[in-house]
């Protein structure tokens, strides 16, 4: 926005005074310095310049094949178990139902439900049975998964 404060500064195209002292002063170091000074600095400049990108190309190089040979790792999960376990999770898929549970224990076959949501236990149906547990399968990745953790808790 223009306004009559700041229109001045936009348009002008002289420098500021202290600038401009900054700048003679600038010009006459540079007239006073001889051509040797001059390009021992400029050969220093060059010097630490190419230093700077050869780090920088290094670890551009050394970054590169770290993400090269992340890429070439075994993945560490499974989308199957994961999917079973988020299934088992949110809609209880593979759990065991408290009346198939009692059932099931004493016939020692185990039966996955499918789409079925698990009711709360009456305390008739908690007395004699156990709590809902996940299957061997489930429970054997759960255990894998645990063994294999980095930070070793």
């Known amino acids: 926005m223009f306004t009559h404060e700041v229109a001045p500064n936009y348009l002008r195209t002289k420098p500021f005074p202290e600038v401009e002292d900054k700048l003679s002063a600038l010009q ?3 007239a006073n310095t001889s051509h040797e000074v001059m390009n021992k600095q400029i050969t220093t400049l060059n010097k630490l ?3 700077v990108y050869e ?3 290094t670890r ?3 970054a590169e094949n770290d993400f090269g040979q992340k890429s070439l790792m075994q993945p560490t999960s499974s989308p199957n178990d994961t999917a079973v376990l988020v ?4 809609c209880g898929k ?3 139902s408290h009346s198939q549970a009692a059932s099931g224990m004493s016939s020692g076959v185990h039966q996955p439900l499918q789409d079925q949501r698990i009711m ?3 305390p008739q149906a908690m007395v004699g049975s156990e709590t809902n547990k996940a299957s061997s399968t489930v429970r054997t990745t759960i255990k894998a998964a645990a063994s294999s953790h980095p930070y070793n808790r």
């Open 87 to 90: 299934s088992a999770i949110m």
């Open 120 to 122: 709360p236990p009456t």
């Open 28 to 30: 006459a170091k540079a």
């Open 55 to 57: 780090a920088v190309k």
């Open 49 to 51: 310049l190419n230093n």
């Open 60 to 62: 551009k190089e050394s």
């Open 94 to 96: 593979g759990l065991k």
